[in-house]
Every structure is written in C-alpha cells, then in structure tokens.
C-alpha cells in the first residue's frame, strides 16, 4: 500500500493539486459573496433587503463559480470532485483506486481550509463578521435531524442528476450546467434548512474559521450517505458498467487517471 501511495502521488499529483486548488477557490468564492450579500456594511445587504433575493443571488454566484471551476482546463483533467462525497461515492462504483481516492480526499480538505486561511488573510474581520461567519454551513431553526435529512436529500439528488447525465451521450458535455442548476436551487431554496453544504469538505474549512463545530457530524455524515444511496440506486436501475468515468466532464483531451470507461472502449 505504502509503495501504491507513493508511485500515485509521484504520477498523479497534478491532479491532486488541482483537487486542492479548486476547492480553495471555491471556498474563496463562497466567502467573498458572502461578505458581498450578507455583511451589514455591505451596499449590497442594504440594497437587497430581502434574504430569499440574497440567497438567489448567492446560488447564482455559487453555481457560476462552480460550472466555471469544471469546464476550466483545471477541471476537466482532475474531474473536478473537489469533493471527498463525490470522490468516496465513485470509488464505490468502482471508478477511483483506492489510493487516489484517500489522496484525494486529503488534497481536497488541505485545500478547502487553505482556501479559508487565504480569505482570512484577504478579507480579515469582513469575513469573521457574525453576519458572514466564513460562509459557515449550519443547522436551521428546524434543528439538526431535519437538516441532516435535509444534507442526505440533496446530496443523493445531486449525485443521481451527476450519474444521469455524465452517462448519457447526449447529455455529458453538459452535466456542469445540470451541478450548477442544482447547487442554485439548493442556495435559494433549502439553505435555510441546513445551510447547503453537500461537502464535508467546504465545511470544515468554514467551521475551522468561524471556530464552530458543534454541527459537524451532520455534515460529515449526511452527504457521503446521500451520495453512495445514489450510487447503489443508480447501480440497482442500470448496472454497474452503465458508470463510464469518475470525471463530471469527459469530453476533452486532457489525461483520465480514473477506471475509465470510455478508455477501454477507445
């Protein structure tokens, strides 16, 4: 196992770089919009009264960065994961090997709370505002049951919507705009209920910088269930060969390092 780790991460660390920068980017996003819309000095906050407004606006910013962030050269050669949900759910369709995915998973957190360090640095008390709180995810006033069902829900959407479309031809090229949909229509409409994670990832790194962990569990928990209940659905329906690749955007020439399908198939 030591030998594997090693001859993976001497092959194939470009790729877990780019796990780490693109997650650092998103976080960076996520708190710099937040600052933007929620910030009670912001022109924005004041010119935008309404919080459901606020939250359409956050979606579409969000949604944005990360259709950006998977179409980007970046993107298209890692598969563009950026989240260890994702990354465990495609190693359990057999898709990732395992060292990959725990270096994955590895590059991903490092990165996610190297984005937040950076937006501390950048933005300092404007991010640590109790209005913004790093873009911290957190149960809503229904509590954290409600939320965690809430976490699993809209992970397991987003992970079938992901295996759906990657997997049918007429569709791949455009599954960052089906992610994007989702990730803005969760903003809007069920932020208020758990705050819209989906990544233990994006998660941690904002509670390690508005120091509050008392939630943790749910979100560490909620979205790897809902993604690998997707997965055994989407293996259940259609079988195990109907998942080509690991990568939510395929068609493009950089280099695939996953199990890939449309490899044996050319």
């Known amino acids: 196992m030591r030998m594997d780790l090693g001859s993976r991460l001497r092959d194939h660390w470009p790729e877990y770089l780019i796990e780490a920068g693109g997650i650092g980017a998103f976080m960076l996003s996520a708190i710099g919009f937040t600052v933007l819309l929620e910030h009670p000095a912001s022109p924005a906050h004041a010119a935008l009264p309404d919080p459901f407004a606020r939250r359409a606006l956050m979606g579409l910013a969000m949604a944005t960065t990360a259709i950006s962030l998977v179409y980007s050269p970046f993107g298209q050669r890692s598969g563009a994961h950026f989240n260890p949900a994702f990354t465990l759910a495609f190693f359990r369709l057999g898709k990732v090997e395992p060292a990959d995915a725990g270096l994955y998973a590895l590059a991903q957190f490092a990165g996610a709370l190297g984005g ?75 932020a208020p209920i758990s705050g819209m994670s989906m990544n233990p990832a994006r998660t941690l790194g904002s509670a390690a910088g508005a120091q509050v962990f008392s939630s943790l569990w749910i979100y560490f928990t909620a979205p790897p269930l809902g993604m690998l209940l997707a997965a055994e659905a989407y293996v259940r329906l259609r079988g195990a060969r109907a998942v080509h690749c690991a990568k939510l955007h395929h068609a493009n020439a950089q280099r695939c390092i996953f199990r890939c399908g449309y490899a044996a198939a050319g």
């Open 116 to 190: 937040v360090l950076v937006a501390a640095l950048a933005l300092g008390a404007l991010a640590a505002d109790p209005g913004v709180r790093f873009a911290a995810t957190l149960p809503g006033s229904a509590g954290e049951l409600v939320a965690f069902g809430a976490e699993v829900a809209i992970s397991f959407v987003l992970m079938l919507v992901v295996l759906v479309t990657s997997n049918a031809a007429r569709t791949a090229p455009y599954t960052p705009l089906f992610v994007g949909a989702c990730i803005a229509t969760w903003i809007t409409f069920e």
